[in-house]
């Protein structure tokens, strides 16, 4: 079984450590209204990539 030799310091381990953090949503502007929501979802007014594709909620 493998055993360190020497401890990690606290800075070594942050710098092993320093690309796992969580990136926010990706987010995209819809053409035709302006607004923004998740890629690849339909925006709250029923528009996917500038066209209508369903009835918003509020209909």
Known sequence: MAVQQ???SASRRGT???H????GPTLAVE???GETHLR????PT???RGRKV????SE
């Open 46 to 48: 029923g528009f996917y």
């Open 6 to 8: 020497n401890k990690k």
């Open 20 to 23: 796992d953090h969580l990136s």
């Open 16 to 18: 092993h450590r320093a």
């Open 54 to 57: 369903t009835k918003p909620k």
């Open 40 to 43: 690849h979802h339909v925006s």
């Open 31 to 33: 053409p035709t209204t």
